[in-house]
């Protein structure tokens, strides 16, 4: 299930802040890392409706972090000299953002968590 922040400009009203704080399926893409630091390899997982199924290749590890955004190359970013200081701290803060860890229970398989997601640190208004 997920929850999500208010991205917009003018103050919300409260039904709009209830609907965003009322948990629904979870559609989209998360990026599952061993590594909370991303330095390995992400396992990509499309949830439909708020179901995805995680093979077994991660059922032994119990510490899981999870991300909305595809994993950057960090070295391609600190050797871009052409690119803006604050759009590249924008894009390393936007890598790093977890939606939470989870923790995979080793005798039923199962997992149920809350993805609570946060806005995007690169789109105005910038948060």
């Known amino acids: 299930m997920s929850t999500s922040d208010y ?12 609907e965003l704080n009322t948990p629904k399926p979870f559609n989209g893409t998360i990026y599952i890392h061993k590594d909370p630091e991303r ?16 093979s077994t290749r991660i ?5 899981l972090g999870l991300f909305q955004y595809p994993a950057i190359n960090l070295k391609k970013i600190e050797n871009n000299e052409s690119g803006a200081i604050m759009k590249n ?11 939470g860890m989870i923790i995979v ?6 997992v149920s968590l809350d993805i609570h997601l946060t806005c995007d640190p690169c789109s105005e208004p910038m948060p």
Do not use: H, S
């Not at 059922?59 to 510490?63: K, L, V």
């Not at 229970?105 to 199962?110: A, C, F, G, L, S």
């Open 39 to 54: 330095r390995d390899k992400a396992i990509t997982k499309r949830f439909v409706n708020g179901k995805a199924t995680i």
């Open 89 to 99: 701290d924008c894009r390393i803060e936007k890598n790093f953002q977890p939606l």
């Open 105 to 110: 229970d080793p005798e039923t398989k199962e």
């Open 7 to 18: 991205c917009g400009g003018a103050n919300p009203n409260d039904e709009l802040i209830e």
């Open 59 to 63: 059922m032994g590890i119990t510490d």
